[in-house]
């Protein structure tokens, strides 16, 4: 993998004369920690990141010394490095006067391995990418654990979710089911007047005592069922829905804030579960 395969890019840079305000603002906005500082010519001189800002305004601890003759020593070395830099930070006006020049870059091309072994380094927290000597990206720790986060296998709910929300669970139109008082009658109206095809039960010369008779209407079927007593929403047709797999459609659902039914075996090999539409419209999932 190669450092384009993660950058962030284009690059949010300032130039050198980037007042100190706005360099907060942006890092702020956009909710990064840190940018490129290029010249008039637009040439990487060096970056400026929120640790820059923080040392700008942290209290300013003056070094120990000891006198020598006429003069003073300091006695610890860091402590006087440090004293400096915050000092420079301190009376800093723009971009420019606070950038960290010398910083490591890489290119487009750049193994990622490179990458993170240059970031290991705790002081390393963003990684111009070069391209001919232009900026055409950046990296930062924000994205090395966003691909650490994948190749971990991380899950992110609300990402599940809206993926599962994306994602057709129905596999189809399987059948439009009504709901009958009279099946002979009803099947005379599909089968003779319309010239439907009955494909179960088939050839029966009195379909009176059926409960079920199904009608090859193309992709989906029509299905007359003889209901009995008539319920509130069962004196409309049924839309039935094929799924592969009912319970895991059945929970998708529940997710997304559907009220769905237990599922049952509604004949040997035919699991079905209801729901209904926001009219009230009865709607059935069905897994064979």
Not at 178 to 187: F, H, K, N, R
Not at 206 to 211: C, H, I, T, V
């Amino acid at each position: 993998m190669l450092v384009r395969d993660i950058m962030s890019s284009p690059a949010i840079t300032v130039t050198t004369d980037t007042h100190i305000p706005e360099v907060a603002r942006m890092l702020r906005a956009h909710q990064i920690s840190g940018m490129p500082v290029l010249d008039a010519a637009g040439r990487l001189v060096g970056i400026v990141t929120d640790h820059d800002l923080i040392l700008r305004n942290a209290p300013v601890r003056e070094p120990r010394y000891f006198a020598l003759l006429s003069g003073y020593i300091p006695l610890n070395l860091e402590e006087h490095r440090h004293y400096k830099e915050q000092l420079r930070h301190t009376m800093a006006v723009t971009a420019g006067d606070m950038i960290e020049p010398g910083i490591p870059t890489v290119a487009p091309d750049t193994p990622l391995e490179h990458a993170l072994e240059l970031m290991l380094d705790p002081k390393v927290t963003i990684l111009p990418v070069l391209d001919g000597g232009e900026v055409v990206g950046v990296v930062t720790r924000t994205d090395l654990v966003r691909l650490i986060e994948q190749l971990e296998g991380a899950v992110d709910p609300e990402a599940a979710l809206a993926k599962a929300g994306a994602t057709p669970v129905l596999a189809g139109l399987a059948e439009v089911i009504l709901y009958v008082q009279e099946m002979g009658a009803a099947v005379h109206f599909y089968r003779d007047q319309l010239g439907l095809r009955v494909l179960e039960p088939a050839d029966l010369d009195d379909y009176n005592g059926e409960s079920w008779v199904v009608f090859d209407t193309g992709a989906a079927k029509l299905a007359l069922h003889d209901g009995g007593e008539r319920r509130l929403g069962e004196d409309t047709p049924m839309i039935a829905f094929a799924v592969a797999d009912i319970i895991a459609v059945r929970q998708v659902l529940i997710e997304r804030g559907v009220a769905v039914g237990e599922p049952f075996e509604a004949a040997p090999g035919v699991t079905v579960c209801h729901l209904h539409d926001p009219e009230g419209h009865p709607i059935a999932l069905e897994q064979r």
